[in-house]
């Protein structure tokens, strides 16, 4: 029997690389004919160290083959109590940040629930404040604070409690989201009543690769703890260095008082997610939030050992900031040459946007790449933007080849 034929009709990566792959180390994955494919995809930014990665794989073979623990809901292991020491020890404590870390359901959205319900629960207000082209995840409380329609139309029921501003540089910056909140909690006539939290991306990555300026992060915190509205950040995609810091936030120099990781933080692909918050905000009652899976030893194994391979220094972070500039300047030069078909190019660190005029060039440009042996998806509200996330650990030729792919598929779906 044809496998596929048993899978649902929602799938969707599958529909767009239309192969059967069998192995990945490290930038590539393999079919199973052999072909060999570069990836500017990685796991939509759950593999920022690669495939397989040989370091993080040994840890957890050991682990394995000493028979650790692999499941046990919230019970105290040595995996996780090594992971929180690594985790409070290279990523907490150097940052002088003091949050709780809670172990939700093991994906992103699982960690966007547990961050609103404790929102609403510590201020005992419903309404959050969430943004235009914003993507937060498939349960409905992070559908009801995503954007995109096509995402929302499969709810099946209304998706409320939520008031809609507009995000940085939305309608080409003419609107100021941030002084249009304000005013409305200004004006006791405006309906908005006080909202319980703020949840943002510093960098829209489904919403189509959209960095919010520095400067409006910290208007958007400011404006927060002057109202006593809680500031939720989703750093799902864009954290564990993709924009080089390991949290996107601290080149804005803001604090939030929530946090969402998942993606990337166990550095290995398993499933794996946080949500951090103020050690004041932690009013939790024992079990009143939790999940069966949130107790994944395994993706602690790994992600202890990434944050002691990659996390011991700024080494990852600065080689990330200098490629960023390397993909600013190629993909300026592309939009230069394409300026008919190419809109904008934008970005931060290792996550980069081409945004076309038509999605369908977009299209064409991601299907030309993987017929050429690269993996790029497209995101975008009309999936007009060709969005590139490679591996933080690929190579310095890779990246260039991955880039010349790109040139190349861009030039062949324009000239057609």
């Known amino acids: 029997m044809n496998a596929s034929r048993l899978e649902s009709e929602v799938r969707s990566y599958s529909r767009n690389w239309p192969v059967v792959f069998d192995q990945a180390r490290g930038s590539r994955l393999t079919d199973r004919d052999g072909r060999v494919y570069l990836d500017f995809f990685a796991g939509a930014s759950a593999l920022n160290y690669g495939h397989n990665h040989p370091v993080l794989k040994r840890a957890l073979l050991d682990y394995l083959e000493r028979d650790g623990i692999t499941h046990s809901l919230d019970m105290l292991t040595v995996a996780k ?235 990852l972070e600065k080689q990330t900031e200098v490629r960023g500039a390397l993909f600013e300047e190629r993909l300026g030069d592309l939009a230069q040459r394409y300026p008919a078909q190419v809109s904008a190019r934008r970005g931060r660190g290792l996550a980069w946007g081409l945004a076309f005029r038509e999605a369908e060039v977009a299209r064409g440009v991601a299907d030309a790449a993987f017929a050429r042996g690269l993996l790029v998806e497209t995101s975008g509200s009309d999936d007009e933007v060709v969005k590139l996330l490679p591996p933080l650990t690929a190579t310095d030729e890779e990246l260039s080849e991955g880039l010349g792919i790109l040139g190349e598929s861009v030039a062949a779906t324009v000239d057609a």
């Not at 699982?110 to 498939?138: C, D, Q, Y």
């Not at 166990?266 to 999940?291: C, I, K, Q």
Request: glycine share 14%; net charge negative.
């Open 81 to 315: 109590e090594d992971f929180l020491r690594e985790f409070g020890a290279r990523v907490l404590g150097p940052r002088g940040l003091d949050y709780r870390v809670q172990f939700p359901g093991p994906t992103g959205t699982n960690s966007v629930e547990a961050a609103l319900k404790l929102a609403r629960k510590v201020t005992g207000r419903h309404t959050v404040v969430a943004f235009t082209g914003a993507f937060h995840g498939m349960s409905l409380g992070s559908l009801a604070v995503t954007g995109n329609a096509s995402k929302r139309g499969g709810a099946g029921v209304p998706l409320g409690h939520t008031w809609r501003l507009p995000y940085d540089g939305f309608a080409g910056g003419e609107v100021s989201g941030l002084k249009l909140l304000d005013s409305m909690l200004d004006d006791r006539s405006s309906g908005m009543e006080l909202p319980a939290a703020v949840i943002v991306e510093t960098v829209q990555g489904e919403g189509g690769v959209n960095p919010a300026g520095h400067t409006w992060l910290a208007d958007l915190a400011e404006l927060c703890e002057r109202r006593g509205i809680l500031l939720v950040v989703d750093d799902i995609q864009m954290g564990c260095g993709r924009t080089g810091p390991f949290f996107s936030f601290e080149a804005a120099g803001i604090t939030p008082d929530i946090v969402c990781l998942s993606k990337s933080l166990s550095g290995y692909g398993l499933p794996m997610a946080l949500t951090l918050f103020r050690t004041e905000l932690d009013v939790w009652r024992p079990g009143e939030h939790n999940g069966t899976f949130r107790g994944n030893n395994p993706a602690f194994v790994t992600a202890a050992a990434a944050l002691r391979e990659f996390w011991a220094d700024s080494a």
